[in-house]
């Protein structure tokens, strides 16, 4: 189970058809725009990306695809708790979000019960980390060496 991977799926003439990421249980849904064969590639960071040949028909496919760690690909770890209110409560089920430099969404993940969150093999880098469960806020994130720990969110509701 892989949130945030990124699934593509390309017609036989090499047209890209079809593309979403993978929700936190690792499930994804792509649509394919008639019956037929199509190939799937999946891509996420610290693994290898892998392709792999699918029919598609009338009914949906189940199709589950395993994307091998990246050799030597032990990433950066990111992990906080998210708290709201004056008395910096526990705010669980808050979803994040880690936004590259380019403004791609890398992962996404909702608090635990206790109002914690990890994302785990994030390469080294410059994101924006954006919380929400009450206004939004966006904290600037640099990711170095094994990762952040502590990177905590307090939500404020105006």
Known sequence: MLGGAALTLIAPDGRQVGRTLSQ???R???????????????????????AAPVTAGAAPVAYGIRLPRAAGAAGAQVRGTVSAGEGGRPLPDA???????????????LTDAEGAYAFTDVTAGDYSLIASGYPPVASPLAVEGHGTDGFDVHLVHP
């Open 24 to 26: 936190p249980d690792g």
């Open 28 to 50: 994804y849904a792509l649509h394919a725009p008639a019956g037929g064969p199509y190939v799937l590639i999946a891509a996420a960071d610290g693994h290898q990306p892998q």
């Open 95 to 109: 979803r994040l979000t880690l936004v590259d430099a380019a403004g791609n969404v890398v992962r996404t993940t």
